[in-house]
């Protein structure tokens, strides 16, 4: 077997494994007041991807001082400069993370005047003429140049876990280059995180183009003269030495004069004792308690089952039989996981699940029928069992599926995950292990990804896969559970999100009918429609071309029709809905491209989109709605987007006609919160006119017209002054800006900041709530909503205005949205007990953000409708009313 050397740039991996985890900086602080996070998520990336690889050599290679003190700083005095400074938090890191390398028995590496890519360059040349295969595993792009058939080089993507590998067929695949060509496309590009400028206007694409006629700098230049007049012609020639300077500040260094060889680079495994003090300094406790268990690992033991046991960290997955299935009925507690073919669960077809708890293992199989056992069907139906999950309402539909209601859930780690953390909120189980220092590899390592997934027939490798999920969602139930009690996130949790996902998943398995043959009558319609305006605009243009087409759009209006060009991207001119509408006035074949556009869409998303999801057995669609995807607490809907039906125009509206009750004498029910948003803001501010105008049960829109408008109690309020009212009262909910505003109104900068201001003189306590709310937000990093949900603001304090200023506005916002969220989920979990208690047939269908939608029996509608707005109104207690407004009718149409 070929010997294998293994290259780390430490510097790369070090910064990505800072910024993988710097949501949870905070968090990760050890008593002594040193931060962690950098040394947990590199720790992870030791563990996962160096160790299992067994190198024969190893070594991380650092940059010893900045760039400017390289020979590339004497090149071009700008090299690396203008970066942020580094963080104090990762600084206090730096030192621990090469002892933590040491430990792991890699050898760390500096030399003076070089920087890591150019040791790892030399040293991977040098191992590659030695006979080694050459893995070099960085964060940076710019090692694929070094790539060989016998030099490998791994870029990890999110964070440090995830690699993908560049061989010269993967960069040539990908890139359109060979590895060597990756130097002469910086040399024409630049490099910006670099800083260092590459010849004016040419970009990635320009360069591919000039690369793949040219092949390599020095013949472009050759061949330069012969080009055909332009202006990248000129820019090329004016900027040659430009062009050489940056080859040479993109090339890594392969032949440096380094004080070590490969002879000091051997790799022994990790040195325990180390490891153990180290992490004992640094409390990695579940770390420590992992490693000093496997300690008691036969050391003579050299089998290859003794040495998978000992580097995997986890429990022997053994598969399910009747033996296992007793002793599982005896426990308290147990972990489930059941892995599914896609992320649509409604559809997606079973692979295999694992089952149990850390006392007494672990066991997995690809036989559902064992859900048909009596004592395991027994053991996941039993209330008081203690049940350990990864997205619980996935779960609950998939033991639905089998016949199962699941019931007992205690611990949904993907729902505990995003509640500590909305802004990495990655819904993925071995992202969200590893920062709490649990470590699995993804799935699709394992199964692969899109056209290569495949479901392993090797039964071992695909059972302990599944059980080391179970393994590491039982263990981690404690600490997740201990942070969210720190967090003040508990209640959230126990009694708002975990509830509402049964509620969720109980919709989602009823599903909403759809009348097929009305839907496809609308599309049939629509055609006919699109037909015409095509024959309409081809008309008025005097050709026909493809209206879908960006290029041949903008020819048409701009060079052949002489329209005014507004903007133009890099690929020509803009056709955008908001270039097409200003000049909509000009040109009557502008409105009917609007037209045209705004029907090809409705018939490709809503008719056919929806056609293509309704369920052949039930003649239903299910849903997916997703808790832990917006950082506000809205839910959304996937697969499709029922709440993404379009309601401003009446073709859109139509949609709506299709979706229907499943059976005859029922009716559909809609009821929906109004102006929920602005209730909020007046009970969070306090602001005395507000609260009057909701509590006098007045037009808000129009109130806030008079104030605006300065208009008397016996003045008409007309239509455009409640419009533009509307538009501040709700630009105000979103921190919006004189600029912003002055854009939606189509009014001066000048005027849209004077209604600001007077909608501040009338509303005092808002402008005095939201200054305060963004103070709060520089102080703690995040803001809260009425039910102490987080929203974390990362670049609150950010040097960069424009980001910062967006932080801010998310500050103002984010309370106000996200307790709108917070009422409607208690007002669904509500309601749903309330029907059930009544024993009721009617049903939750949808959510859609304000409102909900129900279908029941004729009989039952003035009850339903009694006890839905009466829970609705009275869901939370607000210092202003909450208002409820319903409808319904025999489809969804009639019922908003």
Request: with cysteine; proline share 3%.
């Amino acid at each position: 077997m070929t010997k294998k050397l293994l290259l780390i740039d430490g510097n790369s991996l070090a910064f990505r494994a800072f910024y993988a985890m710097y949501q949870q900086l905070d968090r990760m602080v050890t008593p002594e007041g040193l931060h962690t996070n950098a040394l947990v998520a590199f720790n992870n990336f030791l563990e996962t991807i160096i160790l299992p690889m067994q190198p024969d050599l190893a070594l991380v290679a650092w940059d010893a001082r900045s760039g400017k003190e390289t020979f590339r700083g004497d090149l071009y005095a700008e090299y690396k400069s203008g970066r942020d400074k580094t963080p104090v938090e990762f600084k206090e890191q730096f030192l621990y993370l090469r002892e933590m390398v040491e430990a792991h028995g890699l050898h760390n590496y500096e030399q003076i005047g070089l920087e890591a890519d150019d040791i790892i360059g030399t040293l991977s040349r040098q191992g590659e003429a030695a006979g080694y295969d050459v893995f070099i595993i960085t964060g940076d792009q710019d090692l694929t140049q070094l790539a060989t058939d016998h030099v490998t080089v791994k870029i990890t993507k999110k964070g440090v876990t995830q690699i993908e590998e560049y061989t010269p067929a993967h960069i040539q695949e990908k890139f359109g280059l060979t590895p060597e060509q990756i130097i002469d496309k910086k040399a024409l590009t630049g490099d910006t995180s670099d800083n260092y400028p590459g010849v004016t206007k040419v970009g990635e694409k320009t360069a591919l183009k000039l690369l793949t006629e040219y092949h390599d700098l020095d013949n472009l230049y050759a061949h330069v003269d012969e080009m055909k007049k332009s202006k990248m012609k000129e820019n090329l020639i004016a900027d040659k030495d430009v062009a050489y300077r940056a080859q040479k500040l993109a090339t890594i260094i392969t032949d440096a004069d380094l004080e070590i060889g490969l002879t000091d680079l051997t790799y022994d495994g990790p040195k325990t004792k180390g490891l153990v003090e180290l992490f004992e300094t640094l409390h990695f406790k579940q770390a420590l308690n992992k490693l000093k268990a496997h300690q008691l690992v036969d050391q003579d033991d050299t089998s290859v089952e003794a040495a998978e046991a000992e580097s995997s960290n986890f429990h022997p997955v053994r598969e399910l039989d009747d033996a296992a299935v007793a002793t599982l009925a005896t426990v308290d507690s147990f972990a489930l996981q059941i892995d599914t073919t896609s992320d649509n669960y409604h559809t997606a077809d079973l692979i295999a699940f694992a089952i149990g708890n850390d006392k007494v293992g672990y066991f997995a199989s690809r036989d559902f029928s064992w859900f048909e056992n009596d004592q395991l069907k027994a053991l996941i139906e039993n209330p008081a069992k203690k049940v350990r999950l990864f997205n619980a309402k996935e779960h609950w539909v998939l033991l639905h599926r089998l016949g199962l209601k699941l019931a007992g859930v205690d611990f949904d780690f993907m729902l505990v995950a995003y509640l500590l953390d909305t802004v990495g909120n990655d819904n993925v189980l071995a992202t969200l292990a590893s920062r709490f220092g649990a470590y699995l590899p993804e799935d699709e390592e394992v199964y692969g990804k899109g056209a290569k997934f495949a479901v392993p027939t090797d039964d071992q490798l695909l059972y302990n896969h599944l059980g080391h999920k179970a393994e590491v969602i039982d263990t981690l139930r404690d600490q997740a559970f201990a942070d969210l009690e720190e967090h003040q996130q508990s209640h959230l949790y126990h009694d708002i999100e975990l509830p509402l996902s049964f509620v969720l998943a109980k919709m989602e398995a009823q599903g909403f009918m759809v009348n097929e043959d009305r839907l496809s009558k609308m599309g049939q319609e629509l055609d006919e429609k699109i037909a015409q305006l095509k024959d309409q605009i081809y008309q008025i243009a005097g050709e026909e071309f493809n209206i879908n087409s960006t290029k041949q759009l903008g020819e048409l209006l701009f060079e052949k029709m002489n329209l005014p060009v507004i903007k133009k991207t890099k690929t020509g001119y803009s056709t955008a809905v908001e270039v097409l509408e200003q000049l909509a006035p000009q040109a009557p074949i502008v409105s009917h491209i609007l037209e045209y556009r705004q029907l090809a869409k409705i018939k490709s998303t809503y008719v056919d989109g929806l056609l293509a999801v309704v369920s052949p057995v039930d003649q239903k669609i299910h849903t997916r709605f997703l808790q832990t995807l917006t950082q506000t607490g809205r839910l959304s809907s996937v697969d499709p987007n029922l709440q993404n039906i379009p309601m401003r125009t009446e073709e859109g509206r139509k949609i709506r006609h299709a979706f229907v009750p499943s059976q005859p004498d029922y009716l559909i029910f809609g009821a929906d919160y109004s102006q929920i948003e602005l209730r909020v803001l007046a009970a969070i501010t306090g602001d005395p006119n507000m609260k009057k105008a909701f509590m006098d049960d007045d037009d808000i829109h129009a109130e806030t017209a008079r104030a605006v408008f300065g208009l008397g109690p016996d003045e008409e309020v007309d239509a455009n002054h409640r419009r533009t009212a509307k538009a501040v009262n709700f630009g105000i909910v979103y921190g919006i800006s004189d600029f912003g505003l002055s854009k939606n109104l189509g009014i001066s900068r000048k005027d849209a900041k004077e209604f600001i201001e007077t909608y501040f003189r009338e509303f005092p306590k808002i402008h005095d709530w939201m200054e305060q709310i963004k103070e709060q937000a520089h102080r703690d990093g995040f803001v809260e909503t009425i039910e102490h949900r987080r929203r974390y603001l990362p670049e609150i304090n950010s040097k960069n205005f424009n980001r910062r200023s967006f932080a801010e506005r998310t500050a103002m916002n984010s309370p106000i949205q996200g307790s709108a969220a917070d009422i409607i989920k208690i007002a669904m979990i509500k309601v749903n007990q309330a029907i059930e208690e009544q024993n009721l047939k009617a049903k939750m269908l949808v959510q859609v953000h304000d409102e909900l939608v129900f279908e029941c029996p004729q009989e039952e509608l003035e009850q339903v409708r009694e006890l839905v707005t009466s829970v609705m109104d009275s869901a939370v207690s607000l210092s202003v009313p909450l208002k409820v407004e319903d409808h319904s009718g025999p489809t969804w149409y009639e019922a908003k």
